[in-house]
T-cell receptor, first 111, second 113 residues
Framework: DVKVTQSSRYLVKRTGEKVFLECVQD?????MFWYRQDPGLGLRLIYF???????EKGDIPEGYSVSREKKERFSLILESASTNQTSMYLC??????????FGPGTRLTVT | QKEVEQNSGPLSVPEGAIASLNCTYS??????FFWYRQYSGKSPELIMS????GDKEDGRFTAQLNKASQYVSLLIRDSQPSDSATYLC?????????????FGTGTLLAVQP
């Protein structure tokens, strides 16, 4: 079974804090993705990575950065959290040209 | 026009009936198609993938693909209250070295006991 884990299920941070969200997959997948999901807006891609140290911007990268130092781990960084970044954050991984598997999600609240 | 369109619902069906969920996509070069189920407060779970025209069956689920009409559907036979969830359609055209998926906004299915 594919397993994608995320560091926290629920997180509460203050405006201006630096926030790290971590994602780990155990299936040696090449591709990893970060999405956010908001009511009425669906899943929106923030960043993705197709190899170690490689990354590409998704549809809404502003205010976020990512790091992929090891194949199994993909981190999302909010440099200075803002209230409009309150959301459900979902990590996914996949083999090249294959279906994506999602982690359990992190519900982030920025106050 | 949105790249992947789904009726947001809610689609309400009685227990035991067939639920039919529909999805249209705009990019003719799309090559693979996926259905995800998402329970409230949970993450999406892959339930079906389909790559060629026709039907693909897996238990109570059947995915149907018609590339000429740019249409993919999911049928759920003998619907159960536990099938109540949001169903996301996702489409991939294998652009570049990655497989970015384009998601619809989902259809909320409510199965009435």
């Amino acid at each position: 079974d594919v397993k994608v884990t995320q560091s926290s299920r629920y997180l509460v941070k203050r405006t201006g804090e630096k926030v790290f969200l971590e994602c780990v997959q155990d299936m040696d997948h090449e591709n990893m993705f970060w999405y956010r999901q908001d009511p009425g807006l669906g899943l929106r891609l923030i960043y993705f990575s197709y190899d170690v140290k490689m990354k590409e911007k998704g549809d809404i990268p502003e205010g976020y950065s990512v790091s992929r130092e090891k194949k199994e781990r993909f981190s999302l960084i909010l440099e200075s959290a803002s209230t409009n970044q309150t959301s459900m954050y979902l990590c996914a991984s996949s083999r090249l040209r294959s279906e994506q598997y999602f982690g359990p999600g992190t519900r982030l609240t920025v106050t | 026009q949105k790249e992947v369109e789904q009726n947001s619902g809610p689609l309400s069906v009685p227990e035991g009936a067939i639920a039919s969920l529909n999805c249209t996509y705009s990019d003719r070069v799309s090559q693979s198609f996926f259905w995800y189920r998402q329970y409230s407060g949970k993450s999406p779970e892959l339930i079906m993938s389909i790559y060629s025209n026709g039907d693909k069956e897996d238990g109570r689920f059947t995915a149907q693909l018609n590339k000429a009409s740019q249409y993919v559907s999911l049928l759920i036979r003998d619907s159960q209250p536990s099938d109540s969830a949001t169903y996301l359609c996702a489409v991939n055209n294998y652009g570049g070295a990655t497989n970015k998926l384009i998601f619809g906004t989902g259809t909320l299915l409510a199965v009435q006991p």
